[in-house]
Every structure is written in structure tokens, then in C-alpha cells.
């Protein structure tokens, strides 16, 4: 009797048998398609697929026995069928459901994935697998009927989907969350993510701007009959106008209240409801435009709801420039979803798993079941990396970056671009009669995508080159965010200085390994994700980055060489901006040195006699420089007509000269 069969005696439920389940993921992963995917398979995915079916079948049988399961985190590689291996095991569950009705439990299951195509897709690569509809997806672009909910064997949804109905259950409304956690077989015993979570965690800031706008537009009649909401609405901007105006702030950041403000807090639902009721854009621009009056009336509303969040829950003031904010935020995950798997390529440099501590185990999955050798990473250094100064500067760094790319590689390669959202506006913006910035790239074809819109997407496995422009830096409140949504809200001492376990700055390491982990993932959308044999390697790619001269960029270039085993780094002679030309600063000994020379007779000058002249303590410093042709000085010198000749051997004389 094996360990499946024993499980499923012990308590009566029909379990997929991790071994049977690796061989049908074999078959299907080798078979040509397209019957199967015609890939290469190995003894190291051969052990992975295992891995993963022997967790997702501890997880199923906690979550039958009524254990709170810990959210078991897999890392298998890019490429490795993470997602067509969920795909076979949901078909083989509801195969063996069918085939033991009556006498063992059925097994239901929740799979989540990103994106609703994604869903899509999922749905119907298990229905084919198992031959008939066992699948169905849920989601705001196909919602399921309440019967399909209820009899289908697997419920396939987005993230988005998964968090709001944790939503729902806050404001007690269970019904959402019920219908996919329970079927005709009872309570669903297996969740399987792939990837990892977008919004983990509910966001909430309003600045001291937003809430004196929205304060300004609320009409006498909605003061009237909703007094206390607007009160408390002012009360926020006091206390913000309060930190706003504190002399003795020794951080950026400080603890408002830990655990919700005293006061009661009423449903500020109807005050949201009165004032989208509002013509904003007759209101505030005096003419009439839908975009506007939707774009007001989603600042006024995102304002108000966060302030209902920081009232209700901690809130902590914040500035970063001249924006005072008061922030709060909240777990977005129903942490109680039953048996839950996560599927996520880069576990490793996600930090969120780390604060979720006891809620979670990593089960060693092989590490060579990838070889990156075919992939050159081209790397370059540099600044002004981020949003503001990649949107601000972008139209005059075009050009360099065309030049540059088109140096390193030829026109027939298919190239990804990543780059900011505005950015990305910027350079596939036409104007009439001309070829956008994209356009203009002498390859064979050029894609571009942006930060936010990258991770789990397939649009580009083709490409055979990814450019990544710039860096997905994140506002100063994340980290707070994220780490007081997990581990509860921090005190003043912790907002100043963030220590935590080993790590002496947890926001800075918080904040460092999402990058990374945001760049692998921009990193493997394309051709390098398929594998191409039994060793684990894909086809050759190459990928051009620039990254900053710091820590930071340091830590992110570990990380992709740690998820990346064997890629090939190579500095990349390439730079963003245009070096500004360097001129002998004003007063310096430098400027005085030109400024004596040129009003100096046609002749010889030694060294010496400089010395005396400009009062130096000592010639060292100027000898090298003058040794150094390129050095702007010798440049400014040499537009004079004035040669430097050094002296040979030990005594001898060093001169200026300056010709006729």
C-alpha cells in the first residue's frame, strides 16, 4: 500500500497520487503537440512535479481534517510548467472525483491566477485535459451562475477577484467568499496561486491637499445631513495640518494611533454616495466634460474611503516633499483560504513571505532545473532611474538609447521594451506624419510594456532581447504598509528606525527585494522562459539594463544572477545622459593656473616659478594633471597654445610652454 492509498483510506477523500500526477505531467509535457507541449523534460522537473503534487496533496488533506493549512510557497523556475502542471492536476482531480463518486470525498478546487485571459485560458486547457467541463471561470469579464459554482470540480479567478471577496467578508458580507470556497462536495480543500499576489495588502493615504478639495466642495445641504462624516473629515485635515506645522518631527513618518481612532466611526458610504451626485467639472473648471468630472470624482471618493480606513484602523502621518499624507493599510488575502499553495518564480526575493513568518513554509524544490548560460545580461550604471526623471528626460535620452542598441544588436532581432507607464505614453506617441520613438528602432519588431503591467504576461515570450529602461521605485509608505499590515502597527521608535529580526533597515531590504523581484519578472517575459532540453536551457536572448551606482543596484544584479543560475553578465559601455563637459571650477588653483598663463609672455614657465606665483604648497597634484591629456584643464591650457613638458629622471625641471 503506497502513501496516496493509505491517505485516502485514512480519510476518505480522492487524492491525486503525486507520482501518477508527475508522470501525466511528463507525457503531457513531452508528448509533441498537439497533443501535448513538445518540450524537453529532465530528471530535475521530474522531481519538481512531484514536489508539487505531494504539496498540494498535504494541503488537501489539512484542509479536510480541518487544520488551518500554512501557505506553502514553491518557487518553481520560469519555464519549469508551474502553470500547465496545475492545469494536469486539476483535470486528474476532477477525473478521480468522477471515477470514486460515492465513495470518497470529492475534492474541489480554487485556482488564481493574474490576469482574467489567464483565466481563461487556464479553464480551458483542464477541460480539454479532462475531456468534458470541470472548470469554470469567475471573474468580471465571464461571471459563473451560482449552480456552475456550485457543481463545477475546479472555480478559476483572478487575484482581484480572490482579494474582493475578502472585502466583502469585512463589511460581513460572506456570500461572495462562500460561493467559491463551497460546492456540491462540501467545503473546496485545495487553493492553488500562481504567482504571486498583486495587492496583498489595501493601501490607504489621503494627502492634506485632497481632503481641504474635497472639504471645499461639500455642499451646505450634505454638511446638513451628514454632519458627523464631515466632521470627521475636518478632524482629519486638523491633525494633519497639526504634524504638518510640528517643529520637533524628528522623522518623515509618525504614529497617529495604533489601534483606530476613539471616536465612532459612522459609514461614510452616504457621504460618497452625495457627493458623486456632484457636476465637478462644472464645479471646479466651469465647463462640461465627462473625463474631468470622472477624474474628480475618483480623487473625491479614493479620499474619502481612505479616510474611513485610517479612522477605523492604525494611521501614521507621512511627507515626502511637500505632500503630508495620513496612511493606513490592511491584509488583503483571506489568510483562512483553504489549502493553499502559492506558485511563485521569485519566492525567494519576495519579502512578503517572510513577514508572513509561521504562516508559511517553503518546501525545497530542485535548483537545476534551469541553465541560464545562453542568456547575456548586458549591464550599465547610472542615475535618474526613476518615474519622474525617465518621464522628464526621456525625448532627449532617445536618441543615446537608440544608438546604444542599435550598436549591441542587430536589425533582425525582436526586442521588449520596459519602461515607466508615462513613459511608455511618451514613446509610442505619434505625431502626424512621423514615426513614434518605438518605430524608429531599426529591429525587426519592438514591443513595449510598463511597470504594472509586466509580471505573468506572455505577450513577448518571443522576443528574443528585453531592454529594461528604468526602475519601479516605490513611494516611501509601501514598506511601512506592507510590514504594519503583517506584523501590526509599529510605534515611533520603529518609524524612525525599522530594525527587524536580522535586517538593521527592513523598509530598505523590504523595498530592494521587491525590485528585484518586479526585474526578474520583466526579465523572463521573454524567450528565455521556454525551455529548449533535458539540461534546462532556452534559447539565446540577450538583456540590456541600466542600473544605479549603489547598494541597491548591487543587491537587485545578486538576485537576478541567484534566479538566473549561469547567466552571463557583461558590462554594457553605455550611458543614459550625455557627459557634461567638466570645466576648471571657478577660483580654484586650476582656473588661476589658466588665467596666469594666458596673460604669460611666449616663452618657458617652470613649475616652480607657478608654485611661487599661485601660492601652491605643492605641485604634486598639478603635475598629474597636467600629465593627463584629456583633463579639462590641459584642454583649456592647450586652446592657449601652452604645452606641458614634463621632467625625465630624478632633479629635473618641468615647464610650461606657451607658443608664439
Sequence with gaps: MNDTTALREQHALALVCPHEFSQRMHRHWTVPRPEGLGQHSSSALFTLWRIMGENFQIATVEAASGVQSPWRILQPPTGTGKTQGTCVYAAMQAEFNRDTEGALRPVGMLIVTRLKEDADNIRDT???LAGRAVAVVHHSGSYATPEQLHESDVIVITHQAFINAKRDTKSLDWKPWDRLVSWRGGDRLLTIIDEALANVVDESSATMDNLEFVIGLIPTEVRSALPHQVALLEQVRRVLQEYADADDMECAMSMIWQEGCATAVPDFAPLLSAMNAL???RI???RS????????????GETIMACQSCLEQFAYYAKSGKWHSINSAALAVP????GPVVLDATARANFLWDLFEEKHERPVVPGHARDYSSVRLHVARGAGIGKNTMAERIRERMPRIKKGLEEAMGPE????????????????RKSEGTKNWVEKLNFRDCSVGHWGAVDGRNTWQDC???????LPYLPQTWATNMFCALQGAQDDQWLQSPEWKQFKNVRKEMEQRQMSASVIQA???????HVIDAEGHCPPADIFIVLPQDVMGDAVLDDIKADMPGIDVRPWDFALDAEKEKRPRAGSSHIRLINYMRNAAVGIVSLSVIQHALQLSSVKKLRETLNKADHPTTQALMELGVKYIPGVGRGSKSFLVKAA
Design 126 to 128: 483542464i477541460n480539454t
Design 279 to 281: 457636476p465637478y467639472d
Design 284 to 286: 471646479v473648471y466651469a
Design 289 to 300: 466634460s465627462t473625463k474631468d468630472r470622472t477624474r474628480l470624482a475618483e480623487r473625491v
Design 335 to 338: 489568510l483562512n483560504a483553504p
Design 413 to 428: 532581432r525582436s526586442v521588449f521594451l520596459c519602461v515607466h507607464k508615462d513613459v511608455e505614453e511618451v514613446i509610442t
Design 464 to 470: 528574443n532581447a528585453a531592454v529594461i529602461l528604468g
Design 523 to 529: 526579465i523572463n517575459r521573454i524567450c528565455c522562459r
